[in-house]
């Protein structure tokens, strides 16, 4: 791919000659006929504005004056919604080009990469990591610096835009953190960074490449007793904000479950930030409304096999902003404070899950308890970002990916069962996972036969041998203690006039 058709070149400055002409001059050595955009907020009177303007007698140069120091992001950003070839160039008004490495950037291009340069070691709030004290309470994120990177211009759409602060790339990359995607999309090029200075994590050092001194616009504003970025900075959609949860629901084809669904997380004492549905029905669900929701609509393709969970499960992986994930069945009760009581655990775990999973067989009013301690069913899971990579790296397999977790921290401990209910916890050996009982404060209700498509597991089955006739549905109303929400099963049971049990399924009526 030949540089000149796929690479535009951008640049912000600001009554900056002496650094323009430089950066300029010294990229114009090794790329003649690259387009170059720079967006100038220089003063009229000043030399950079002159000089700038006298810059577009060069076809290949652009300039739009903005006559104001908008800030380098959104500078940035203008310069990248007035280019038309696919990847921009994005560098500093204060380097200086020694030796081009572009085409290389552009050769470790792939289809979904985001971008190539220098990677920093970043705090959530845009600083680097470490620069505060409260830094080492939280994360870090892995932050590709837009003094000199090439960027993918048909990804840069598909996350935050830059905005003016003093890392404008921040919430760009607060969102392709969030999706865990830090890893996979940014790409760190050889003997880049900065030249002089030195931060916490890193320290200036000469360069092959790219000469890069840490001034530039900030000093000037500095020398001349000015902030260093001009007006407020734009907010930083800080990971720390809210509770930082996420929950995951696939979905196909039961329009009920799914509004139940939504009803129980909508109830729950502790709201999740976000929720994430991954439908690959023949019909894209209805009538969502929910603060927060990543509504993902996959069409399934001839040769995907029958259950298609785990491909709707690495959809919603690319999507997940929080730090605790939750699995949020759809054909699943939730009680209101089933997030909460996970939650709490997960502060000490890094999975978490319920054991002697609760099934309740609807059309046949019957029900069952699993003796399971080892492992925990995917619909009563939840799990902590630092333990994210993992599960991804096991997601396929056979059907049973929840077994496939908890093999992660139990082993062939895992299937351990028991009946002896005076266990009511089981604690990896390696200490990262917790099995509890929710005996004494009923948790979640597994329901099973609801109208729609059918599961894969042992419980979806009413003729098991396990199951028992819930008489007057006693047991529903034990384990669904909330009045109204036990009510709603209880009507589902009775409505013989919208619904009918058939092959052991409740299915619409005629």
Known sequence: MQIEEAVSGICVTYNTKDLIERTYTSIRKFHFNMRIIIVDGSEEKNSCFEYVKELTKDPNTQVFHVNKNIGHGRGLHIGIENT???????????????????????????????????IEKTAFDG??????????????????????????LDEYDKYKPFIHHGAPAVNTMLDIHRRGLGNKII??????????????????????????????TRAYRRSKGLEEIEGVWERVDNIEKGNGITCITCT??????????????????????????????????????????????????????????????????EWVKGDKIFFFEDDEYYAPNYIEEMSSRLDNYEVVGIGRSKYYYLPLTKYGVHSNMGHASLAQTAFKRSFFNEIKDILFGDNYFDIRIWKL?????????????????????????????????????????MPGRAGIGSGHNGNMSWYTLD??????????????????????LDDTKNFKAEKGRLIPSK
């Not at 572009?102 to 190539?116: F, K, N, P, S």
């Not at 600083?127 to 590709?144: D, N």
């Not at 266990?423 to 009982?437: P, Q």
């Open 187 to 216: 790409k760190e090029f050889p003997g880049l960074g900065h030249s002089s200075g030195q931060g916490v994590n890193w320290k200036g050092e000469t360069r092959e490449y790219i000469r890069h001194d840490t001034y530039g």
């Open 409 to 449: 921290v139990n082993g062939t401990n895992a299937s351990f069962e028991s009946k002896v209910t005076s266990i009511s916890e089981s604690i990896s050996s390696d200490g990262r996972g917790l099995i509890f009982d929710d005996k004494n404060s009923s948790l979640y209700v597994g329901m099973k036969g």
């Open 84 to 118: 038309e070839t696919k990847f921009a160039l994005i560098f500093d008004s204060d380097i200086e080009m020694l030796k081009s490495p572009v085409q290389a950037m552009l050769d470790m291009m792939e289809e979904d990469t985001y971008g190539i340069g220098y």
């Open 127 to 152: 600083h680097e990591w470490g620069s505060k004290a409260v830094h080492k309470t939280q994360g870090w994120m892995r932050y590709l610096h837009p003094y000199f990177c090439l960027i993918n």
């Open 471 to 492: 008489t007057n549905k006693s047991v529903l109303k034990k384990w669904i203690s909330k009045e109204e929400d036990f009510k709603i099963y209880s009507h589902l």
């Open 252 to 317: 196909g084809d039961r329009p009920l479950a799914l509004s139940l669904c939504q009803r129980w997380l909508k109830n729950q004492t502790l709201v999740p930030n976000q929720w994430i549905i991954v439908d690959d029905g023949k019909i894209p669900a209805k009538n969502l409304d929910f603060i927060g929701l990543n509504y993902v609509y996959r069409r399934v393709k001839p040769n995907e096999p029958k259950h298609t969970m785990l491909l709707n499960l690495k959809e919603a992986f």
